[in-house]
């Protein structure tokens, strides 16, 4: 009797029949969406986080959670982990992609961080009145998250997954 890894654990979890309906390109898109739309809310709720009454903040924000969670383990299941596996748990076909994915995140990622550096260096050059802390909060935290569910994003639109 073999001893099942951790990497060989997570593919199994990964790998279930039971995402199935998911590993569809429409559905990897409608996954990513509500990721987007997840990462959204939480932006806009970081944003406003000073007015808003404490009961109202947990709400949003438990509800942020649980969907980022959702949205983003069957993301995860539907592209079954290519993105996050280690080498010796993917075929060559697998590593393939997941190297082309990790690529086109970096590519896109160093976009977005540019695009945030130029508004940074536009905001002072206009010598705008400094963001609140709402603002900033949202500025260090969403590009965090963003970050860490970029791979799976470029997994999600990727049509040989």
Do not use: C
Not at 8 to 35: I, K, Q, T
Not at 78 to 93: F, I, M, N, S
Not at 112 to 130: Q, R
């Amino acid at each position: 009797m073999t001893t099942l890894t951790r990497a060989d654990r997570r593919a199994r979890v990964l790998d279930d029949p039971r995402f199935e309906r998911y590993r569809n390109p429409r559905s990897r898109h409608l996954l990513a969406a509500g990721l987007i739309g997840v990462l959204a809310v939480e932006a806009g709720l970081l944003a406003v986080l000073p007015q808003l009454p404490t009961w109202l903040t947990i709400v949003v924000g438990a509800l942020v959670v649980v969907g980022a969670v959702g949205f983003l383990g069957t993301l995860k299941a539907a592209t079954r982990g290519v993105e996050e596996l280690p080498e010796q748990a993917l075929d060559e076909r697998q590593a393939q992609i997941r190297g082309q994915v990790h690529i086109d995140a970096y590519r896109i990622g160093f976009g977005l961080f540019t695009t945030a550096l130029a508004v940074i260096a536009l905001w002072g050059m206009l010598d705008l009145p400094a963001p609140g802390p709402g603002l900033v909060t949202a500025a260090i935290v969403v590009p965090f998250h963003l970050a860490l569910v970029l791979p799976n994003l470029v997994a999600a639109f990727r049509a040989d997954i």
